[in-house]
C-alpha cells in the first residue's frame, strides 16, 4: 500500500483536507483484526457551517461552465481512479474488511464507472424547445445547488462516486458524509477528484455519525439528500428534508426473494444463490436472501450449494485467494449472531455454518437455514449478513403471493428455462431491480433503486440525471401582449 490508512485529515473542505479535533474521535477498525487503523474526528458545528458555506460559493460557477468541461475533469478522475485500483482496493479492504479479491474488481472500478459514465452525459444534459403558434416556450436542464449524500458503510467508495459523479455532472456541490464505520475511502474520491481538475468546494467530506448528518440535512441551504442507509434512517431523513421540501434520493435496505424453478439450470441457480447472500458477506442491501426453492428440487439444491461453499476461502482479505471476509464490525457480527440464534429458536434447519470463527476480526462461517416459512424472523428482516434462508414453495402463483409479501421492494430474482415464466415473474415482483438467471449486477448503465420501503428514486444511469437536476420553463412572446384592461 502506497499511503497509510490514517488519513491526513478528518474532513474534506473546499479543495483540502481540514481538522477540527475537538470533534467526537472516530475510531476505524479492521474488521479482520479488530486493531485500529485511524481514528478521524466528527464534524463539529464549526465544520458543518464551514463545508456548507464555502460548497454554496463554488456551486454557481460550476454550473455555469459548459457540460463538456464539467465532464471532462469527471472523466480524468475515473482514469485516475483505474489507475490507483490497487491502492483504493487495498483501502476499501482495510475500511470494510472485504477480500480483496472483490475490492481490487468491485469498488474503485464501479466508481471509475460512474464518473465515467456521468462524465459523459454531462455534455448532453439539454431543455427542450415548445413551440406554440408564433410564442414558443423552452426549458432549461438546472443544477438543484447544494446537494448531501449519506453513505452506508457496504460500499463506501462506489456510494461516494454513485451520488457524486451524477451531481456534478449536473452542476450541483455535494457534501459527503460517509458512514461512521467506514470513513476512509470517501476521502480519496474527493482527493482524486480535485487532482482531476475539480474546483475547491465543489465534492467535500465530512465524518460524523447520525447527528451530523442530521445537522447537514436540516439546513436550509442544502437542497437535496440523497441516502443510503436502512429504513429507520430512511424515515427520520425523509422526515427531516420534508420540512424544506428538499428533493430525496432513497437507497434502503430489503429482504428480496430468490426464486428457483425445478427447470432451472441447477448449477447458474447455485451461483445466483451464493452471489445474493455470501458476496461481502452478505452485506449487500438488494441480496436475495428468501431463496424460494421449488419442493422437487430442495434437497439437491441443498446438497450441491453446501457442496460448493465449503470451497469458500475464509481468512485474511488481503490474500487475493480469500474470497469470504469478516463482517464490517462487531457490532454487525453481534447482530448476524443474535438472527442466527433466533432462526434456531424458531425452528429453522441449520444446513450449514452459525458459527463465529475462531480467530480475530469478526468473522461468521457462511449460513444458510432451510425449513424456513414466511413467519419467522429471519424470513421477514434484514439481517444483513452471511444468513441464507431457504422456503419451499409448490406452484408459480403461490410463491409470487409469497415473494411479494414484504413491506419491502428492493431486487427479486428468478432462475427458470422457461423463457414466457422469467418475463412473467419479472413483471409480478414488486421490486426496483430484478435478475433473471442471475444476481446482483449493478452496471452504471442500469437504473438501481427501490419500492415500497426500499427507497424512493433511482441512482445510475440516465434516470439519476431527474434527481439531481430540475427543469425550468421559459414562455417567450412574440406579439404585443393584450390585458383585460
Ligand atoms: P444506517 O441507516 O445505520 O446509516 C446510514 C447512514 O445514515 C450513516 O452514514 C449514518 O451515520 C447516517 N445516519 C444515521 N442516522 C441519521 C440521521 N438521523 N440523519 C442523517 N443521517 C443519519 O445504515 P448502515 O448500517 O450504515 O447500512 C446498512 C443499511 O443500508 C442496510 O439497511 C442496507 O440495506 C442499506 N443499504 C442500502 C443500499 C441501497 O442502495 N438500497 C445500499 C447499501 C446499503
Given at each position: 500500500m502506497n499511503y497509510p490508512t490514517q488519513p491526513k485529515a478528518s474532513h474534506f473542505i473546499n479543495g483540502a483536507y481540514v481538522e477540527d479535533t475537538s470533534g467526537t474521535p472516530i475510531k476505524v477498525i479492521y474488521p479482520a483484526t479488530g486493531a485500529v487503523i485511524a481514528t478521524v474526528h466528527a464534524a463539529t458545528p464549526a465544520i458543518v457551517e464551514q463545508v456548507i458555506t464555502s460548497a454554496r460559493a463554488a456551486q454557481r460557477a460550476w454550473a455555469a461552465l459548459p457540460g463538456t468541461e464539467r465532464g471532462r475533469i469527471l472523466r480524468r478522475a475515473a482514469d485516475m481512479m483505474r489507475a490507483r485500483n490497487h491502492d483504493l482496493s487495498v483501502l476499501e479492504t482495510h475500511d470494510t474488511g472485504k477480500p480483496y479479491q472483490e475490492t481490487s474488481v468491485a469498488d474503485a472500478a464501479s466508481g471509475a464507472d460512474a464518473l465515467e459514465y456521468f462524465g459523459g452525459l454531462a455534455a448532453t444534459l439539454t431543455g427542450e424547445h415548445i413551440q406554440l403558434g408564433e410564442d414558443w416556450a423552452y426549458t432549461r436542464r438546472e443544477a438543484l445547488g447544494l446537494c448531501v449524500g449519506i453513505g452506508a458503510w457496504n460500499y463506501p467508495t462506489q456510494i461516494a462516486c454513485w451520488k457524486g459523479a451524477p451531481a456534478l455532472a449536473c452542476g450541483n456541490a455535494m457534501i459527503f458524509k460517509p458512514s461512521e464505520t467506514t470513513p476512509l475511502c470517501a476521502l480519496k474520491v474527493a482527493e482524486i477528484l480535485h487532482e482531476a481538475?475539480?474546483?475547491?468546494?465543489?465534492y467535500n467530506v465530512v465524518q460524523g455519525m447520525g447527528e451530523v448528518g442530521g445537522a447537514l440535512v436540516s439546513d436550509p441551504r442544502v437542497d437535496k439528500v440523497s441516502l443510503t442507509g436502512s429504513v429507520p434512517t430512511g424515515r427520520k431523513v425523509y422526515a427531516a428534508a420534508a420540512e424544506g421540501i428538499k428533493h430525496v434520493t432513497m437507497e434502503l435496505g430489503g429482504k428480496s426473494p430468490l426464486l428457483i424453478f425445478d427447470d432451472a439450470d441447477l448449477e447458474n441457480a447455485v451461483s445466483g444463490a451464493i452471489l445474493g447472500n455470501f458476496y461481502s458477506s452478505g452485506q449487500?442491501?438488494?441480496?436475495?436472501?428468501r431463496v424460494f426453492v421449488h419442493k422437487g428440487i430442495k434437497e439437491a439444491f441443498l446438497t450441491r450449494l453446501s457442496e460448493r461453499l465449503e470451497q469458500a476461502v475464509i481468512g485474511d482479505p488481503m490474500d487475493p485467494a480469500t474470497s469470504f471476509g469478516p463482517m464490517v464490525s462487531e457490532r454487525q457480527m453481534e447482530i448476524v449472531q443474535s438472527y442466527i440464534t433466533k432462526g434456531i429458536e424458531e425452528g429453522a434447519r441449520l444446513v450449514t455454518g452459525g458459527a463465529r470463527l475462531?480467530?480475530?476480526?469478526?468473522f461468521l462461517q457462511p449460513t444458510v437455514f432451510a425449513d424456513v416459512t414466511d413467519d419467522m424472523t429471519i424470513a421477514r428482516e434484514e439481517i444483513f449478513g452471511p444468513v441464507m434462508a431457504v422456503l419451499d414453495f409448490d406452484s408459480e402463483d403461490e410463491v409470487m403471493a409469497r415473494a411479494n409479501a414484504t413491506e419491502f421492494g428492493l431486487a427479486a430474482g428468478v432462475f427458470t428455462s422457461d423463457l414466457t415464466r422469467a418475463h412473467r415473474v419479472a413483471a409480478g415482483f414488486e421490486a426496483g431491480t430484478c435478475f433473471i438467471n442471475s444476481y446482483n449486477d449493478a452496471p452504471v448503465e442500469v437504473p438501481f433503486g427501490g419500492a415500497k420501503l426500499s427507497g424512493v428514486g433511482r441512482e445510475n444511469a440516465k434516470q439519476a440525471i431527474e434527481h439531481y437536476s430540475q427543469l425550468k420553463s421559459v414562455y417567450v412572446r412574440m406579439g404585443d401582449l393584450e390585458a383585460p384592461f
Open positions: 481538475g475539480l474546483p475547491a468546494g465543489l449487500v442491501c438488494s441480496n436475495g436472501t475462531d480467530r480475530g476480526g469478526f
